[in-house]
Structures are given as C-alpha cells and as structure tokens.
C-alpha cells in the first residue's frame, strides 16, 4: 500500500526555522511530482510547494516565496521543506501528496496520494 509519513513537525518561535520530512513507501517515488499543502482550523486547504519528478522545477506560493524551500531525494524517497523566518500566520497541519503527470500543481484535486499530516506552530 502506498503510504506517505510526513516528520519535523513541532513548535518553534516565530523567526524560526524548521524542516519537514516526507517518506513515502510503496509507490515508484520518481513517477510523482510531490506537494506541500497546509491547512489552519477553519480554512480551506492550501498550497504551499510543488516540484517536479526529478527536482528539476519547483512552485510555490506567491506568500510564501523566499521562505519556504522545497526539495526531494528520489534514492531516499523523501522530499523536504525547509521553513525559515517561521510567522504565526504559518500555523497549521502541513500534508505531502502525491500527483500523477497531469493536472495543475497548485490544486489539491491533482493528487493522489496523500500523508495524515504534522502540525507546526510558530509562536509569537
């Protein structure tokens, strides 16, 4: 079964930085462009980081752009996000998914497989 575990959640204080992990099994890793997606109480699920197969192009959310980084090691079958200068607005459980080839990497709706979540909070 194809399962993806994500890791590094936690507290830290706003500035801070944290890095999350995403460990995917039974699947081939390098046939699916992965994601980050967040979602804070009361609001709709939403993007944060996409990158393509082999790490060659990454996406992110405008907002989040010069903050947040997005990388993978298809021989480990992880892929990363690094958080830095953390902001309480950045509260949240954060998902990795899975997406096939087709669809848009900024809509949920585009992938298929997807983690039970870790929470990050960044205290002021």
């Known amino acids: 079964q194809v399962q993806l575990v994500e890791s590094g959640g936690g507290l830290v204080q706003a500035g801070g930085s944290l890095r999350l992990s995403c460990a995917a099994s039974?699947?081939?890793?390098?046939?699916?462009?992965m994601g980050w997606f967040r979602q804070a109480p009361g609001k709709e699920r939403e993007f944060v980081a996409a990158?393509?197969?082999?790490?060659?192009?990454?996406y992110y959310a405008d907002s989040l752009k010069g903050r947040f980084t997005i990388s993978r090691d298809n021989a480990k079958n992880t892929v990363y996000l690094q958080m830095n200068k953390l902001k309480p607005e950045d509260t949240a459980i954060y998902y990795c998914a899975a997406a096939s080839t087709e669809g848009s990497y900024y809509s949920p709706n585009t992938y298929l497989y997807w983690g039970q979540g870790t929470q990050v909070t960044a205290s002021s």
């Open positions: 990158i393509s197969r082999f790490g060659g192009a990454s």
């Open positions: 039974g699947l081939t890793f390098s046939n699916y462009r």
